[in-house]
């Protein structure tokens, strides 16, 4: 796909994607290094096979499956069968989630989905490596010990569950200064529930390319619409990248989110997606195939304003959902803020310690607090309301009053519906 640069200079970019998620829209542009059809790329966060990993045991697989499920034990759309999920959708669905890694275009994407129950017995979690996400000069500044590696509950290459289906697809896209894992708990939290998950590390806005800036590399020009629209084409198996899901790809049920700049960036896509959750960005406009908004915000970013998505969510189409978290921060969305090594040190502190370049100026992004909701308890919140919202128009599910019970839950600072 050929791609348009414009002259922004990515100072520019990189204050104005995240003060403003609209800044961030289908006309920018940028490039990326290609991997091969393994991701075996040195732009590939995933854990080095040379590295001293953390035991498996560290942080994986602590979200318990609730028993009481949806349905019949065949559930999903006409013409297709899903295993049935649990009521409470914030609870990790009847799948064990495998994960790949592929290339769509210029793009290195981590694929997400649903595979065949048990076997993922005795297979060991997939751990990232976030080094991979910072400027290749700057990878070695930061050892193994202090590394904050990144444990997934899912694991790598698990057989794909096509006794079910077809899948519907998520397309997430991260924030400025961030990386295709950002927000994995919901990424598998998801996948656990029946759904084909797939992220990019978006070129221009991915952290190794803002931070590359300082540290005397040339500057890369964003094109987010330009990379949805090449995932798309991909899920619709019009190029190349997600052969292995053709069979079990439900093609025709597409729900997007995006993180911050990212969720300006799927906000325009309503002719492509049924469901739109943009977090802590802003609202969405209106399009032929969009049935569902859901806008999630936390009420202390200080990075982007509530009220900015209370205005986005007052301008969506109907029906819509605006759901506040209460003390949410701009981070609250993603597991940044708890990406932490053995001494306690997150993301920045680690950086900083490690003298990698660009990172004191990065720090603006950073809202970490202790004032703010615990990390579990906001993922708890947006997984609940994703899920229930992904899952009402892709899988054709029965909700009930799914919004009303997430009103009264703890932490929960506002729920608004126009149906």
């Given amino acids: 796909m050929t791609r348009a640069h414009i002259g922004v200079a990515w100072t520019v970019v990189l204050l104005g994607a995240c003060a403003s998620p609209s800044a961030t829209d289908s006309n920018s542009t940028g490039s990326d290094e290609s991997t091969d059809s393994t991701g075996a790329s040195d732009t590939t966060i995933v854990a080095s096979t040379t590295s001293t990993e953390p035991s498996s045991t560290s942080t994986a697989d602590t979200t318990s499956t609730a028993d009481t499920t949806t349905g019949d034990p065949a559930t999903g759309c006409p013409g297709t ?119 990019a590390d978006h070129p221009g806005l991915w952290l190794a390319d803002l931070l590359g800036g300082f540290c005397g590399e040339p500057m890369v020009m964003q094109d987010l619409g330009g990379d949805v629209d090449a995932m798309l084409a991909a899920v619709r198996g019009d190029a190349p990248g997600l052969e292995d899901f053709a069979t079990v790809i439900d093609a025709t049920r597409i729900g997007m989110s995006g993180h911050s700049a990212g969720g300006g960036a799927v906000s325009g896509f309503g002719g492509d997606a049924q469901v739109i959750v943009p977090l802590a960005s802003g609202g969405v406009d209106a399009g032929d195939a969009l049935q569902s908004v859901l806008v999630m915000g936390g009420t202390d970013d200080s990075i982007v304003d509530y009220g900015q998505q209370q205005a986005g969510y007052a301008d969506a189409p109907s029906p819509k959902r605006l759901v506040g978290v209460a003390a949410g921060g701009h981070l609250s969305f993603s597991e940044i803020c708890s990406l932490t090594n053995d001494a306690g040190d997150n993301l920045l502190e680690i950086a900083n310690a490690a003298g990698v370049c660009g990172a004191q100026f990065a720090g603006f992004l950073f809202q970490c607090s202790d004032t703010l909701i615990p990390d579990p308890d906001a993922w708890a919140i947006v997984d609940f309301a994703t899920a229930a919202a992904f899952e009402e128009v892709l899988q054709c599910a029965e909700i009930g009053d799914a919004f009303d019970v997430l009103r009264e839950r703890e932490g929960v600072q506002e729920v608004l519906e126009t149906r």
């Fill in 81 to 199: 069968t899903l295993l049935p999920n649990p009521t409470d959708f914030s609870a990790r669905g009847p799948w064990p989630v495998g994960v790949r890694t592929t290339t769509i275009d210029d793009l290195t994407v981590e694929v997400w989905y649903p595979a065949v129950p048990g076997s993922d017995d005795g297979v060991d979690p997939a751990i990232y490596d976030i080094r991979l996400a910072i400027p290749e000069s700057e990878r070695e500044k930061i050892s193994d010990a202090d590394n904050p590696w990144q444990p997934c509950e899912c694991r790598r290459d698990l057989p794909i569950d096509d006794g079910h289906g077809p899948y519907p697809v998520i397309v997430f896209v991260h924030g400025t200064a961030s990386f295709r894992t950002q927000s994995l708990p919901q990424m598998v939290h998801w996948a656990s529930r029946g759904f084909v998950v797939i992220a």
